[in-house]
């Protein structure tokens, strides 16, 4: 005879943690590409652990800003001089001067023109900004996070798995056993 029981094959514990090392390690490869300012944006780094159907996915959730920079934005997309975007953008740059203490004979707007008339013709982030990166890269942060946890992910994986079938066969020997 058989006795129906359901296991959950990865218990919430194993998924915290992947979604743990998973933010942890977009924040340091978010810092080796230099892209760390005030480090908000790492602060409001978020997963969720959802069930959909059979399935529990771990979604991570990153601010525009940092979404922005993991993918790049070429030239034709930069806001264009003239339109209340393009003011926004000198705004925000002009804080991202004075923040930085960009100094000198220019005042931070005229700093902020000048690196959206940068973004303008290279797009963003610039060429001359990998010289602020350890590792030479400016995007595809998020990416290389993860391909970097791969055989973390892979030990946690295999000992959830393994917890997982030693909680099947203890199961059915009690089972058994109680008869």
Do not use: C
């Not at 008339?117 to 400016?138: D, I, M, Q």
């Amino acid at each position: 005879m058989l006795v129906p029981f359901n296991v959950q094959i990865v218990s919430k514990e194993l998924l915290e943690k992947i979604a743990n090392l998973a933010i942890q390690s977009v924040a340091i490869a978010w810092r080796l590409q230099g892209h760390e300012l005030t480090g908000n944006a790492v602060r409001q780094l978020e997963t969720r652990i959802v069930e959909r159907g059979n399935d529990t996915v771990i979604e991570g959730y990153v601010t525009d800003y940092m979404a922005e920079l993991n993918e790049g934005v070429p030239a034709s997309k930069i806001p264009r001089p003239g339109t209340a975007a393009y003011d926004k953008l000198i705004v925000e740059l002009a804080g991202y001067a004075r923040k930085r203490g960009l100094t000198g004979r220019r005042s931070y707007e005229q700093i902020a023109r000048a690196i959206a008339s940068r973004y303008l013709r290279e797009g963003k982030p610039t060429k001359a900004s990998r010289r602020f990166s350890k590792t030479g890269k400016r995007t595809g942060f998020i990416e290389q996070a993860l391909t970097d946890i791969e055989p973390e992910l892979a030990q946690l994986i295999e000992r959830g798995v393994e917890e997982s079938i030693n909680f099947v066969i203890e199961s059915y020997f009690k089972t058994q056993l109680n008869r």
